[in-house]
């Protein structure tokens, strides 16, 4: 991966963290706790959706959709195990 890859791998992550913020209200961790949540997701839903044969398409937009999926799945799991 470049560089500029990497860059746009990361600000992908920090909005779908920052979308799945707003979208999974109360599981929230802050700006910058769901910036990293939603890059930590976008990696989650890199490997898990494909090998669950879900794929989106390609381009930024898909990213951000596929990374906002990965990320809700991670808030909604964090904020469960934070509630038990």
Known sequence: MTASGLIVFLLVGAIAGWLAGLIVRGFGFGLLGNIVVGIVGAFLAGWLL???GIVI???IVAAI?????GAIILLVII???RRA
């Open 50 to 52: 494909p090998m669950a």
């Open 57 to 59: 398409g390609g381009g």
């Open 65 to 69: 959709i596929n990374a906002l999926i």
């Open 79 to 81: 904020g469960l195990i």
